[in-house]
């Protein structure tokens, strides 16, 4: 026979369940609008009549968008720099974390401080744009994986998740029949850690895929350019050629174009990280909350 919950917890129950609904609704209905957004009409989207639903469809911004080669272009640097970069700030990132969760590691505390102090002080814009400059590092592809390489944060996350997840008995045991190191890492450790792995890489990747800065200052060919920096020039190009229109009937054409590219840019830059999470979505709730539980 099955129970009956008491008042209290349907209550509950039906308040956790609102408050969850309402809260999804604040979290996907901007994403929502910028899709209907970039199909409507701009008069409607500046009068505040595309609500729920868009006006007068038509997809000019994503013909401007799409139909030049440079969005390609881009579109390739950006998934070469969003795979290597991810490949080698994993790497580094996981050797790094655990490193530093070896208890026998000498000067452990010392080093993590280090480490720790870089997360709230660098040396600055300037001075690190020289050290790039002398090791001929700019407008060099290379670049914007080198400087993203590696996060502190990260790094902590997948040391905490080290200490509390790989017992020490279990390097132990590997030793005793003759395991190294090296070897009780690569044949181990990293069996046993693709949930934060995952959830590294997931970090890396959308670091990567939306960075734009250090390829704003480091990079002045454009055949370099990363995806987001192409769907910045296109949108200023489109403000611009509104501005430089004298026609009444050109100037409104172009500023139309201009608002619906404004919105389209967010969709083209956001739907390939929105089409991969799902898939990744499991182990980064596995791995987030597995190195946060000690024992």
Same mark, same amino acid.
């Given at each position: ?5 008491p008042?209290?917890? /349907?209550?509950?129950?039906f308040v ?5 609904i309402? @809260? ?9 609008? *910028? ?12 009068? $505040?009549?595309?609500?729920?639903? !868009?006006?007068? %469809? +038509?997809?000019?911004?994503?013909e401007r968008? #799409? $139909? ?5 272009? +881009?579109?390739?640097?950006? @998934? #070469? ?15 790094? &974390?655990y &490193? ?16 720790i102090?870089?997360?709230?002080? /660098? +040396? =600055?814009?300037? !001075? ?12 060099? !592809? &290379?670049?914007?994986v080198?400087? $993203? ?6 790094? *902590? @996350? ?7 997840t ?10 005793i029949? +003759?395991?190294?190191?090296? #070897? ?10 693709q ?8 970090y890396y &990747?959308?670091?990567?895929?939306? =960075?734009?800065?250090?390829? #704003?200052?480091?990079? /002045? /060919? ?29 100037l409104?054409?172009?500023?139309? %174009?201009?608002?619906t590219?404004?919105?389209?840019? @967010?969709?083209?830059?956001s739907? !390939?990280?929105?089409i991969?999470y ?12 597995i $190195?946060?539980?000690?024992?």
């Open positions: 026979m099955k129970l009956k919950k008042g209290f917890d /349907s209550v509950f129950d956790v369940t609102f408050f969850l309402l @809260i999804f609704f604040l979290v996907a209905y901007p994403l929502y609008f *910028i899709v209907i957004a970039s199909i409507s009409g701009p008069d409607y989207v500046n009068t $505040g009549q595309v609500m729920f639903y !868009p006006r007068d %469809i +038509g997809f000019e911004g994503y968008i #799409l $139909g030049t080669s440079r969005i390609w272009l +881009g579109y390739r640097n950006t @998934i #070469l720099y969003t795979f290597f970069g991810t490949i080698c700030s994993v790497i580094v990132t996981l050797l790094a &974390a &490193a530093f969760s070896r208890k026998d590691l000498v000067g452990r505390r010392p080093l993590m401080l280090v480490y102090f870089t997360m709230y002080f /660098s +040396g =600055g814009l300037i !001075p690190t744009y020289l050290v790039v400059r002398n090791l001929g590092l700019t407008n060099n !592809p &290379a670049v914007i080198i400087l $993203g390489m590696l996060s502190v944060y990260n790094m *902590i @996350i997948a040391r905490t998740y080290f200490e509390y790989i017992p020490d008995e279990l390097l132990e045991a590997a030793k029949d +003759g395991c190294s190191n090296q #070897l009780f890492f690569v044949k181990i450790v990293l069996p046993l850690s949930a934060i792995t995952a959830v590294i890489a997931l &990747a959308v670091a990567q895929w939306n =960075g734009f800065f250090n390829a #704003l200052i480091y990079l /002045s /060919s454009e055949r370099y350019f990363p995806l987001q920096l192409i769907l910045r020039d296109i949108l200023i190009s489109s403000q611009h050629l509104a501005a430089d229109v004298t026609d009444m009937e050109n409104a054409l172009q500023q139309r %174009i201009a608002e590219v404004k919105y389209g840019v @967010i969709v083209v830059a739907v !390939p990280v929105l991969l799902p898939f990744l979505q499991r182990y980064f709730v596995r791995g987030v909350m $190195g946060s539980i000690k024992g």
